[in-house]
């Protein structure tokens, strides 16, 4: 099984690159969503997180307004360091155990969609890693327009998230989206079937 770390900030395009290859056929494994799993209502974890940042976090529902949680710990790099020593411990084993079950499967190819591949340490997990970047720009309008945040939100996460400069130094394989979505599908098609041959060819 081919396992690719599928990185890039927020706003790149990877979670586009991360729906084109799954429709190529690849599991595509989202460390975001395993994020949410682990702080459901109901989880030891949930009650952590309740406990660490107070019952304003949760919503309607009884869980975790992700957008609540968001407005918190953006604003405080000490504040998103506790969540990510609460939260990632928890990804990280769900992330073995749904890679193993890929194993099991015979999966052609495994990726770890994330955002924060590098920073937690999840691309031990991977053969190579892949990065999607785009200009910063292009992110704060794409962002700003598709989420509700303001630019200057939208920009503070930006700015709380590993740079460009370093994930380049790490990826085995750079995806710019420059363009539009198509030019972006056809560019992370090209490097899915090059993988697919190359293993082939042992």
Same mark, same amino acid.
């Given at each position: 099984?081919?396992?690719?770390?599928?990185?890039?900030?927020?706003?790149? &395009?990877?979670?586009?690159?991360?729906? $084109?290859?799954?429709?190529?056929?690849?599991?595509?494994?989202?460390?975001?969503?395993?994020?949410?799993?682990?702080?459901?209502?109901?989880?030891?974890?949930?009650?952590?997180?309740?406990?660490?940042?107070?019952?304003?976090?949760?919503?309607?529902? &009884?869980?975790?307004?992700?957008?609540?949680? &968001?407005?918190?710990?953006?604003?405080?790099?000490?504040?998103?360091?506790?969540?990510?020593?609460? $939260?990632?411990?928890?990804?990280?084993?769900?992330?073995?155990?749904?890679?193993?079950?890929?194993?099991?499967?015979?999966?052609?190819?495994?990726?770890?969609?994330?955002?924060?591949?590098?920073?937690?340490?999840?691309?031990?997990?991977?053969?190579?890693?892949?990065?999607?970047?785009?200009?910063?720009?292009?992110?704060?309008?794409?962002?700003?327009?598709?989420?509700?945040?303001?630019?200057?939100?939208?920009?503070?996460?930006?700015?709380?998230?590993?740079?460009?400069?370093?994930?380049?130094?790490?990826?085995?394989?750079?995806?710019?989206?420059?363009?539009?979505?198509?030019?972006?599908?056809?560019?992370?098609?090209?490097?899915?079937?090059?993988?697919?041959?190359?293993?082939?060819?042992?």
């Amino acid at each position: 099984m081919i396992s690719i770390g599928l990185t890039g900030g927020i706003g790149s &395009g990877k979670s586009e690159a991360a729906r $084109v290859l799954r429709g190529l056929g690849a599991v595509v494994i989202d460390t975001a969503e395993l994020g949410h799993e682990a702080y459901r209502k109901g989880t030891k974890c949930f009650g952590e997180v309740v406990m660490e940042f107070g019952q304003g976090i949760t919503g309607p529902d &009884g869980e975790i307004d992700r957008k609540k949680l &968001g407005s918190i710990v953006f604003a405080d790099p000490a504040k998103l360091k506790r969540l990510e020593e609460i $939260v990632w411990p928890r990804i990280a084993e769900a992330l073995g155990d749904r890679l193993a079950g890929a194993r099991r499967d015979h999966t052609v190819m495994a990726v770890i969609d994330s955002a924060m591949l590098l920073e937690a340490g999840w691309d031990t997990h991977a053969d190579e890693v892949w990065m999607v970047e785009a200009p910063d720009d292009q992110i704060a309008a794409r962002v700003t327009r598709r989420s509700g945040l303001t630019e200057e939100q939208v920009r503070r996460r930006m700015a709380a998230q590993m740079p460009n400069t370093e994930r380049r130094t790490r990826a085995k394989l750079i995806i710019v989206n420059d363009s539009d979505m198509a030019t972006l599908g056809q560019r992370v098609t090209a490097a899915w079937r090059a993988k697919v041959e190359k293993s082939k060819r042992g």
